[in-house]
C-alpha cells in the first residue's frame, strides 16, 4: 500500500545513528543518504520495495512528530518485538505506554513494543501470533 514513510528530524546525525541500530533489528542496512534541490540531508531506508526517510524539514522549521501519529514495524517472532525496544532504547529512543510484550488485541495475540525516536517519532514494533 505505502511506498515510503518520511519523517522529520532536528539532528539527522543523531538520527542516522539511531535508525542504523534499529533498522538492523529488521536486516536493513545502513542509510543511503541524498540531499535534495534545496540542500536538505535525507536518508532513505529501503527493503522489499518500501521505504522510510528520515530529512532536515524543507520549510526550514522545525521537525515535529505527530500527535497521534505511529509507525509500526511488522515483526517476525515476540523475541524480535523485544530485540527492537531494547536496541530502540540502547540508542536513544525513549520507552512509551506498557512495557513490551503480550497483548490481547480482540482477534488474536500480539506482540507490541513502542518507543519514541529522539525527535518524539512514535514508533511500533508489532507480531501477531
Known amino acids: 500500500m505505502f511506498s515510503h514513510v518520511m519523517i522529520g528530524s532536528n539532528d539527522i546525525e543523531r538520527s542516522e545513528r539511531f ?6 533489528v529488521f536486516g536493513i542496512g545502513a542509510a543511503a543518504h541524498n540531499q535534495n534541490k534545496t540542500g ?3 536518508l532513505w531506508y529501503r527493503h522489499d520495495g518500501t521505504a522510510l526517510a528520515v530529512t532536515q524539514p524543507i520549510d526550514g522549521k522545525p ?3 505527530a500527535n497521534g501519529g505511529t509507525i509500526g514495524f511488522k515483526c517476525t ?9 531494547a536496541v530502540a532504547v540502547a540508542h536513544g529512543g525513549t520507552p512509551v505506554e506498557d512495557a513490551p510484550g503480550p ?3 480482540g482477534t488474536g495475540e500480539i506482540h507490541l513494543a513502542y518507543v519514541l525516536d ?8 508489532l507480531y501477531r501470533a
Open 19 to 24: 535508525y542504523n541500530a534499529v533498522m538492523g
Open 40 to 42: 536538505q540531508e535525507r
Open 63 to 65: 521537525a515535529t512528530a
Open 77 to 85: 517472532s515476540p523475541e524480535q518485538v523485544q530485540e527492537f525496544h
Open 103 to 105: 497483548r490481547n488485541s
Open 118 to 125: 529522539p525527535d518524539g517519532n512514535k514508533l511500533c514494533a
